[in-house]
């Protein structure tokens, strides 16, 4: 017999049926918040455009690198296996779908260029001999042109990520299936490296054009998957006191869950360390600028405040085994993660515009919590449209099992 023949205890699982109820009001509060802080700052943009366009660029970067985060740490799992990616696979795809969104906040991106990017302006460039030499790479048509294909890249992944899901939901005949699942994560996960390495570098780091990190792209894939990760966590944990992640999200799933938290995090302070050692230890003008403008006055205080609770605190609440059991210290240390996870977007993205002075503005929260609002709102339409567990993966019943141990 085979291995769903043999063990058909998956069909005991029930839903719960007041959870598209639940998060429906979720949604609708998230959406109500965010349409009245985007109004507001859309109002105050008119009279100072030069920030709304900064702080929305904050808003959109962040928000943007969940959605796409959460693509990839779906693929990894395709790849990989593991009972971990059964439980947060759900609210990764939930996720990911919400692409549609992001993609369209880009347009005020391209709207507000040459309010965020000096090479976008023709007299800086001909002034500039730095800026001369990288115009063939920063020039407003390759610009739009990798944006572009970055999109198309991910909405394609993401659309036949969740088709070929829900084609396994429904499905007796999964062999097909999860071989293209599979191929497709392979495929994808090389996209992914190569899309967030552009962007990263033409949304953020091009904002500083004299300088440049060879970590920079894979700091930001990093972040990105590890934001994802967080915030499925916390969804997950939030959700298994409802059926079916009562009947599945025990302490060896959840002990799962937080010790992938904890590699992604060391994984990210080691990046991190490493972009730091290879600047302080070439000791250039041109590099340390970067650096500098972010460790002088009040931002030295928010790079500190990055460093102990995006890795410091977390690294120690995870290094215990009890407390990656215990749902409450998981879910504060996801949602310790996710918080500082866009106080690090901030620290890498505000600076480049105040020109290593303190300044942070109502619009730097009001934006990301806008554009966060109708992105919340999305996520928790989507999340219950299709059952919270992919019962038909092949990997379904080893993992309950292990769930339930």
């Given amino acids: 017999m085979s291995r769903r023949e043999e063990a058909p205890v998956s069909r005991t699982l029930t839903e719960d049926a007041t959870l598209p109820a639940a998060l429906g009001r979720f949604g609708r509060a998230a959406l109500v918040v965010g349409l009245v802080l985007l109004v507001a700052s859309v109002a105050a943009g008119f009279a100072r455009p030069d920030q709304f366009f900064h702080s ?3 808003a959109f970067v962040f928000w943007n690198g969940i959605s796409v985060g959460s693509l990839a740490v779906v693929m990894l799992q395709y790849l990989t296996g593991g009972a971990w990616g059964i439980a947060i696979r759900r609210p990764l795809e939930a996720a990911s779908r919400v692409l549609p969104l992001t993609t369209l906040a880009f347009l005020p ?13 023709a007299d800086v460039v001909a002034h500039d001999p730095i800026l001369r030499q990288k115009a063939p790479y920063l ?45 497709l994560s392979g495929g994808g996960l090389v996209a992914f490296a190569l899309t ?27 972040s990105e998957a590890l934001g994802a990760l967080a915030l499925a966590t916390v969804t997950v944990v939030r959700l298994s006191n409802r059926p079916p992640l009562s009947e599945f999200a025990g302490g060896r799933i959840l002990h ?23 600047v302080w230890s070439g000791n250039l003008p041109e590099e340390i600028s970067w650096y500098l403008a972010r460790f002088r006055g009040g931002w030295g205080w928010v790079g500190l405040a990055v460093l102990l609770f995006h890795f410091v605190v977390p690294f120690l609440l995870l290094l215990s085994r009890q407390a990656n059991r215990d749902p409450r210290l998981l ?61 038909h993966d092949p990997g379904f019943e080893e993992a309950l099992e292990h769930g339930r141990e």
Avoid: C
Wanted: aromatic share 18%.
């Fill in 331 to 391: 879910s504060l240390a996801a949602t310790m993660l996710v918080v500082m996870n866009f106080v690090n977007t901030a620290w890498m993205v505000l600076p480049a515009f105040s020109k290593g002075k303190f300044s942070i503005s109502w619009m730097d929260i009001a934006l990301p919590a806008g554009l966060g609002g109708v992105w919340l709102f999305l996520y928790a339409r989507t999340l219950p449209t299709r059952p919270l567990l992919p019962r």
């Fill in 139 to 183: 020039n407003v048509p390759f610009f739009l042109l990798r944006a572009a294909v970055a999109f198309g890249a991910w909405l394609a992944i993401a659309f036949f990520l969740n088709k070929w899901s829900r084609e396994q939901d429904g499905s007796d005949d999964h062999k097909k299936i999860d071989r293209k699942l599979q191929l």
């Fill in 109 to 121: 991106v391209v709207f507000g260029m040459h309010r965020l990017y000096e090479w976008t302006h």
């Fill in 196 to 222: 967030v390495t552009f962007t990263s570098v033409d949304w953020v780091m091009s904002l500083e054009p004299h300088w440049y990190s060879t970590m920079y792209g894979v700091l930001f894939m990093v």
């Fill in 256 to 278: 799962d869950l937080g010790k992938m938290i904890f590699a992604f995090t060391m994984f990210w302070a080691y990046v991190n360390f490493s972009q730091y050692l290879i």
């Fill in 56 to 58: 929305y660029l904050l």
